[in-house]
């Protein structure tokens, strides 16, 4: 567990505490609580024993468990409508029980389609019982909770405070990747336009790396981890050669799961690719590894160093690298949506709906009283009860509450027609988006005499395909038979690979080929 104990002045940060902390084997697994007890004493004695003092929490949580889509959608006012709209398209989208998720979602760009305004949302769903179960560790640590988010949604941080990088500004023309590197996991990201726009995540972090360096080395975890971080993945030293290919060999597997998201997305993204790869994250500073990646993947690999507007007042542990996402999270205010926002809007309108439903009731008896006693009433008494009601009538709270009524009335007619747009999708959808083995036997022809398709990805809009061919040519020409075929809209050949195969020469290349026709209401 990583916890900063910090201040902010506007945009300025001061971190007073760093602590990188251990917590029993096992109490937490993919960012659930497996050991309520466990965590909640770690926690308590880092607190303790370092003297803190602070009573908010920001808590960011590290895991695989969430779900993640991209959708567009026509822009509403209403937030409350937006999100009645995304969790109907979600349930024709997604296979799971959306009851069963704490849903949050942001725009990250806006356009006009057929005279209509449209948005493009990204829509996260955190797990209910891990939500809960972080809202129950702030109750049993006695801290006032702020927010919950996931880690890589703090790098939107980085654009709205206008933060640097190792002094360097984040251009908003230029898309930039973000590889936070763990002990069990990678978590690749993508901002484009100040937004993170596209996120995964693997097991693959540095813990296979360890297990078979202990296991060749007869190592310790911890002296395996010590040797990855002294060996230089550049050195030329022969004596560390045996320790260097197992390490180079596991991070080939890292290089392959990166060229794998990087490949999508910018087929996806025509018209602007990543162009920068910053690492950051507690195993990062594996020496020689931004250049490593950068040799195999042609892209500009940095390490983040530095981090503008935040100052460590222990200099001896000034390592923002290992910190970087839990600093950005101290960067949220109340204006950031996050997992916890529709939380604290319902604590602060609690008691507006008690004194709501109080009037109501009281409306209803009072105009009962009157049904039953009209006729028994005197004249004195019935101006009396004319006067409350109109002193009730014009209220001020009472004409609120009427006026909210209106506005709810107004939302459920909305929503039907909204509902009726999604059937209407629905049915498009089911007539339009279909793509027959047609396209497969055509593909099957365009392959040249001297080409091979070793393998093959189909997605709701992209068909990708692993080659080898015997010469540029026959790839050349393979690219123009796909592009012939009327079913595909595009086909982009990122680069190719010189070799041999069966001692003759060959070239090895991935195509990406995206289909025309396709309705799109997610990333993947």
């Known amino acids: 567990i990583k916890m900063l104990d910090g201040s902010r002045s506007r945009n300025s940060l001061t971190i007073n505490r760093s602590i990188l902390m251990e917590v029993e084997r096992g109490s937490i697994d993919d960012g659930k609580i497996i050991d309520m007890d466990s965590v909640i004493e770690a926690i308590k004695q880092s607190i303790s024993e370092n003297n803190i003092k602070a009573k908010n929490a920001i808590f960011t949580i590290h895991t695989n468990s969430t779900v993640t889509r991209n959708i567009e959608l026509p822009v509403l006012k209403s937030k409350s409508d937006t999100m009645s709209m995304i969790k109907s398209e979600l349930s024709q989208l997604m296979p799971v029980d959306l009851n069963q998720y704490k849903l949050i979602y942001k725009k990250t760009e806006s356009f006009n389609a057929d005279g209509v305004e449209k948005g493009k949302y990204i829509v996260y769903g955190l797990p209910i019982f891990m939500f809960e179960q972080y809202v129950q560790l702030a109750e049993k640590l006695k801290l006032e909770l702020v927010a ?130 910053y690492l950051y994250g507690i195993y990062s500073n594996i020496k020689g590894l931004p250049e490593y990646i950068e040799s195999h993947i042609n892209i500009e690999t940095i390490l983040i160093e530095s981090l503008s507007n935040t100052v460590f007042r222990d200099k001896d542990k000034d390592d923002i690298t290992t910190y970087f996402s839990t600093a950005l999270a101290l960067h949220m205010d109340k204006r950031d949506i996050n997992f916890l926002t529709d939380v604290k809007k319902q604590r602060k309108s609690t008691f507006g709906r008690r004194v709501a439903i109080l009037g109501v009731s009281t409306a209803a008896i009072l105009a009962l009283a009157l049904a039953a006693y009209k006729y028994h009433i005197e004249k004195t008494s019935l101006e009396n009860d004319i006067a409350i009601y109109d002193a009730f009538i014009n209220d001020e709270d009472n004409i609120q ?124």
């Open 148 to 277: 919950i988010e996931l880690a890589f949604n703090t790098l939107d941080k980085i654009y709205g405070k206008k933060l640097l990088i190792n002094n360097d500004t984040l251009k908003s023309g230029v898309i930039s990747a973000f590889l936070d590197i763990g002990y069990d996991s990678l978590t690749f990201s993508v901002l484009n336009n100040g937004k993170n726009d596209f996120s995964r995540s693997s097991q693959n972090g540095i813990k296979d790396i360890v297990k078979n360096l202990s296991a060749v080395l007869y190592l310790s975890d911890e002296e395996a981890i010590k040797e990855i971080q002294r060996i230089s993945l550049i050195s030329e030293d022969i004596t560390e050669i045996s320790k260097l290919n197992i390490i180079q060999e596991n991070i080939s597997i890292w290089i392959d799961e990166l060229s794998r998201y990087i490949r999508y997305y910018n087929s996806v993204n025509k018209e602007k690719q990543i162009e920068k790869i």
């Open 401 to 524: 509450l009427n006026k909210e009524a209106i506005a709810l009335k107004n939302k459920t007619e909305l929503m039907e027609k909204y509902m009726d747009e999604v059937k209407n999708i629905q049915i498009a959808i089911k007539n339009e988006d279909a793509v027959t083995t047609e396209i497969f036997r055509q593909m099957a022809a365009a392959v040249p005499f001297g080409t091979q398709i070793n393998a093959m990805t189909v997605n709701i809009d992209s068909i990708q395909l692993q080659c080898t061919s015997v010469s540029r040519e026959e790839a050349a020409q393979f690219e123009k038979n796909l592009n012939e075929i009327e079913y595909i809209d595009n086909v982009y050949i990122p680069a190719i690979v010189e070799g041999t195969e069966g001692g003759s020469q060959a070239f090895s290349y991935s195509v990406a080929c995206n289909l025309k026709d396709v309705i799109i209401n997610e990333a993947e």
